[in-house]
């Protein structure tokens, strides 16, 4: 069994309202990367949410998806990752973590991941574009205590760093693995990029 996790806590701040209820090809933005996961191979949907994340259900209301509190609401992105995985079955052997804010993420790249993670026997996989690493990226339950207890400050990225021998990277065409959205040039770069594979 694998499960994927998607960070929404954040509060938004940079973008001066909530970023992941902003439109993204024609549903809120939260609802964009969801939807992807579920229709990867993942079998269960978790999405960590904040103390005021109300509205982050209402726009992703009625998907098969479990959501998850971060009472932690000014937390670093770790706190998130730990609320997901005390949530996650004991029975799912890797954990998909995806971002909240980013519209790049594709059910394709989840499935390559996934696919990795069966066929090679490393224990982390990551997507990497022109030699950069990205998101979501996918790593073996049996990191689930290294990761609740260790890696303050620098969180996945730590888990990484301790294990390079254990970590599979996956090149992909896709440069949406590397961008999220923090501020309000980010989502109109965002926009036109939607915009422009939209074009004859």
């Known amino acids: 069994m694998i499960s994927a996790m998607v960070l929404a806590a954040g509060r938004s701040r940079r973008m001066g309202t909530q970023k992941l209820l902003l439109p993204f090809d024609g549903r809120p933005l939260i609802a964009r990367v969801v939807d992807e996961l579920l229709r990867s191979p993942v079998e ?28 932690d609401s000014e937390g670093e992105m770790l706190s998130s990752v730990r609320c997901g995985l005390m949530a996650v079955p004991q029975q799912s052997a890797a954990v998909v973590v995806a971002l909240g804010d980013q519209p790049g993420v594709a059910a394709e790249i989840v499935a390559g991941l996934v696919r990795e993670f069966r066929a090679v026997g490393r224990g982390i996989v990551v997507p990497t574009h022109r030699g950069q690493r990205g998101h979501p990226l996918l790593f073996a339950m049996s990191y689930r205590d290294e990761i609740l207890t260790r890696h303050e400050g620098r969180g996945l990225r730590g888990l990484l760093d301790t294990h390079p021998e254990d970590v599979r990277e996956l090149p992909v065409s896709a440069a949406g693995i590397l961008e999220d959205i923090d501020v309000p040039e980010d989502y109109r770069r965002a926009i036109d990029r939607l915009s422009n594979r939209r074009d004859p």
């Open 44 to 71: 269960e949907v978790l999405v960590v949410i904040g103390n005021e994340g109300q509205p982050i259900r209402d726009a992703i209301a009625g998907r098969r998806v479990r959501f998850v509190t971060n009472t």
